[in-house]
């Protein structure tokens, strides 16, 4: 989890970057940069995150439709995997030399992991009865 979180927070901010960069070599490096991040350490950590959290409610037995808690998690783990599977795009328009936000926009779009992160570790430890 702390692996995927970490190419999550980084990924937007080489979009920062990248967006403000003017001159090829350091698009073309960008480029490099958020293909090896996105498909050599988000989408494994993202993998490994979701196949262990699931494992862990089969060999816990958690009755997933019964906390709401849990159910809550998992709903911001799905927001997550959507907010990943975004990132993948705007790295495909990066890479197709397509990107049309600025990188005050990405600056924004950067922060929202972050929320994620902690609702998901909020929601883990009060486990909240509503």
């Not at 190419?7 to 090896?36: C, G, N, Q, T, W």
């Not at 975004?86 to 049309?100: A, E, P, S, V």
Request: glycine share 4%.
């Amino acid at each position: 989890m702390v692996t995927w979180f970490a190419a999550l927070f980084y990924l937007p901010r080489l979009y920062v970057y990248h967006a403000s960069a003017e001159d090829s070599i350091s698009m073309e490096r960008f480029k490099i940069m958020e293909r090896k991040l996105f498909w050599g350490i988000a989408t494994p950590g993202a993998l490994i995150t979701i196949v262990l959290g699931f494992w862990l409610i089969a060999m816990l037995e958690i009755p997933i439709l019964s906390t709401l808690w849990l159910q809550l998690k998992i709903a911001l783990v799905v927001l997550l995997v959507i907010y990943h599977v975004w990132c993948g795009k705007l790295m495909i328009d990066f890479r197709n030399d397509q990107n049309t936000r600025s990188h005050k926009w990405y600056r924004v779009f950067n922060e929202l992991p972050v929320f994620g992160l902690m609702a998901i570790i909020l929601l883990v430890e009060l486990q909240p009865t509503f």
